[in-house]
């Protein structure tokens, strides 16, 4: 029996908004050359789950989420998203792609076009809307994560918070059934932090499935159905957030949270 | 004993903003920082105006009080001794008698127009794609404006270069069809296939049809009579235009995970890269023809064109990989994660990006390709250079150099220091990060 589905169980409050696993990984090893990056994973998301993957750096967490739109290679086991199996059938990839939004550390808004353009660029090209409706979208998204007035200056005007507020609609464009975060908030100002923070939260209420990779254990405490907590590419602990904070039970979980829950 | 204060500071007025002092502003401030900053510096700049003056005292007079009217060398001579025992004065004389040759070599002066035809069309299809025009009407006259030039230039009859149009036109159908079908990953390679067999077998008869219903024909003009600077235009332009999108697919595969295309193009590259442009040159001129079937009439103009873009796309490529390598890997992974597919990612993300890094590279080499037309000198084809040559070797101009290579050097420059001052309009145009 998975992890996940148990979670369904204990967390009464949401159980309406989840429905069937969306994301399954089974077995799932990977290796950076000699490097045994991801050991034996299983992991099990259910439509509407909000997963906060936390751990040292180095642990894998990045590497997990970025397999999950092949951004890199498993070499063994199964990853299946949304239905599609993750192969090297470059078809399947492009599907799952379609569907699963990401949002980088770096944000990696490209820096040639304008916010709006970089909004609307996939819906064009992929999902083959109209250049005006693909717009409009573009500025109803922008408008959710408040910086409409910026739509027709450059990514490179803009502010780092702002930038990852640009990043995460660019994504939401294309109307995607997952999101994965990638550390979101690391490479911002402390006072910018909290913007984005508050667009994951707005988009959390809308019941997406996300999984987020980040160090910001208050938003995993207010937001997330369950935090998972990785070393040396292996998944030690996961449980819902209160009793992950407040029971961890295994050393190295508690080692971390000491760490960084100190100040 | 000033220690500092531990006394409450508050300020309650800001203080407002003052205009800079007269020294810090304008001509003054640049003529005090940048010529007269330090004693060294100022003794430097007196010597340099000194220097500049003595200089343009020499040449200028050469230059400008120079003999323009004269038939021979010891013509000039005399007139210049006419003109006072020390006067030495440049004999212009000789490009005002031989200027049509040296830019048109020895296509017939009757057809002159055709030549500057071909280039003012030149000039107006370019200008979109140099402008970035986003009237795609205009685009129009760029794609029929080669067969139009390449007719204008060599003659005979209209539907020659129409039917070849017409090949690249049925080819672009072609290719939509069947990407849009089920064997849309073969579609370049039939597309290619198809374009090869109609040049083999349809080009001439299609174009012979259309000429016996209505022949419309200009003179032809063999190759062998192109020359002059219209030949280094003719060779540079047509290899600018050719060796950027060969470049670009060169570095791609160059890129690429693929490792026998990744093989391929390395292997071209340091072939066409390792061995000197002038061997190239007389391998087009001298050992193709032991390879071609005997009887094959494979124009000399056309060898040289195809050598001398090969060359420079070799070159390309590499300016272009350094554009590509120096884009940080997130624009890869944030395209892949929109579900961008691979042709999509490089012509909307990664090429806009590492083309505009890789500007003042691309120039670069326009220019050299540019210059080195002037190589073709060496396997017979009349390019200024080889039309100075012949000049000098007639009676009347025999010991003549300055002034036709000035002449001749000023026409490179003109177009080389506009291609540079282009690549920096395009540079501040694309500039997108701190406007």
């Not at chain 1, 573009?138 to 502010?159: C, F, H, N, T, W």
Request: net charge neutral; glycine share 6%.
């Amino acid at each position: 029996m998975s992890q996940a589905s148990q979670e369904s169980t204990v967390n009464d409050k949401n159980m309406t908004a989840f429905g069937e696993p969306i994301i399954q990984i089974q077995k799932m090893n990977k290796w950076f050359g000699q490097f045994h990056v991801l050991k034996e994973i299983d992991l099990e998301v259910i439509t509407g789950e909000r997963i906060v993957i936390c751990g040292p750096s180095g642990s894998g967490k990045s590497t997990l989420i970025r397999c999950i739109n092949r951004l890199e290679e498993h070499q063994e086991g199964q990853i299946v998203v949304d239905g599609i199996e993750l192969t090297s059938d470059l078809k399947h990839i492009e599907q799952v792609r379609r569907e699963v939004g990401m949002v980088f550390q770096h944000f990696n808004l490209f820096p040639h076009l304008t916010v709006l353009e970089n909004c609307a660029l996939a819906p064009i090209w992929v999902r083959k809307q109209p250049k005006a409706e693909a717009e409009a979208t573009a500025m109803s998204y922008l408008e959710r994560v408040k910086i409409p007035d910026q739509a027709l200056k450059y990514p490179g005007q803009l502010s780092g918070g702002q930038q990852q507020r640009v990043a995460i609609a660019r994504s939401l464009c294309m109307q995607p059934r997952i999101m994965l975060f990638d550390e979101p908030t690391s490479a911002l100002d402390p006072e910018m932090i909290k913007e984005v923070l508050d667009v994951m939260i707005e988009l959390a209420d809308t019941g997406m499935t996300m999984l987020v990779v980040t160090h910001e254990m208050g938003f995993a405490r207010t937001v997330a159905n369950r935090v998972i907590f990785m070393d040396e590419g292996q998944i030690i602990e996961q449980n819902e957030p209160e009793e992950f904070f407040n029971n961890p039970q295994s050393d190295r979980t508690k080692l971390f949270l000491s760490q960084i829950l100190q100040h | 004993m000033n220690r500092p204060s531990s006394k409450l500071f508050v300020r309650t007025e800001l203080i407002p903003a003052k205009t800079p002092p007269l020294s810090e502003i304008g001509v003054a401030k640049w003529v005090r920082e940048n010529l007269f900053s330090n004693t060294l510096n100022s003794i430097l700049t007196i010597l340099s105006f000194f220097l500049i003056y003595w200089l343009l005292a020499q040449i200028l007079p050469w230059m400008t009080q120079g003999v323009w009217e004269a038939g021979s060398l010891n013509e000039c001579r005399k007139i210049r001794e006419s003109l006072g025992e020390s006067t030495n004065v440049a004999c212009w004389a000789v490009i005002n008698e031989r200027w049509n040759q040296l830019l048109f070599g020895f296509y017939p002066p009757e057809s002159y127009w055709r030549p500057i035809l071909a280039l003012i069309l030149f000039s107006f299809a370019i200008s979109p794609v140099l402008f970035i025009s986003v009237r795609k009407e205009l685009y129009l006259l760029t794609f029929t404006s080669p067969f139009l030039c390449y007719w204008l230039l060599w003659g005979n009859t209209v539907w020659g270069p129409v039917s070849a149009a017409f090949s690249f036109l049925l080819g672009i159908l072609l290719f939509q069809q069947i990407s849009r079908s089920k064997l849309s990953i073969l579609s370049v390679p039939i597309t290619f296939v198809f374009v090869v067999l109609y040049w083999w077998f349809l080009l001439t008869p299609v174009a012979e049809q259309l000429d016996s219903f209505i022949p419309i024909s200009l003179t032809y003009i063999p190759s062998k009579e192109f020359g002059g600077f219209m030949l280094a235009l003719i060779i540079g332009i047509t290899g600018i235009i050719l060796s950027l999108p060969i470049g670009i697919l060169l570095a791609l595969g160059r890129q690429s995970k693929l490792l026998i295309i990744n093989k391929i193009c390395v292997f071209f590259i340091e072939i066409i890269r390792g061995v000197p442009l002038i061997v190239w040159l007389f391998t087009a001129s001298l050992l193709l023809n032991y390879f071609l079937p005997p009887g094959t009439n494979f124009d000399l103009m056309l060898r040289v064109v195809i050598m001398v873009t090969l060359f420079a796309s070799a070159y390309m490529a590499e300016v272009i990989r350094g554009g590509l390598a120096a884009l940080p890997v997130g624009q890869h992974e944030g395209s892949s994660s929109l579900g961008l597919n691979y042709w999509q990612s490089m012509r909307l993300i990664i090429l806009p990006q590492a083309l505009k890094i890789s500007i003042p590279g691309i120039v670069n080499t326009f220019i050299g390709l540019f210059k080195d037309t002037t190589l073709v000198v060496f396997i017979g084809l009349l390019d200024p250079i080889g039309l100075s040559n012949a000049i000098r070797a007639t009676t009347d101009w025999n010991g003549i150099y300055w002034e036709l290579f000035i002449f001749i050097g000023l026409l490179f420059f003109v177009c080389c220091f506009s291609m540079s001052r282009y690549s920096q309009f395009l540079e501040r145009r694309l500039q997108t990060e701190h406007r």
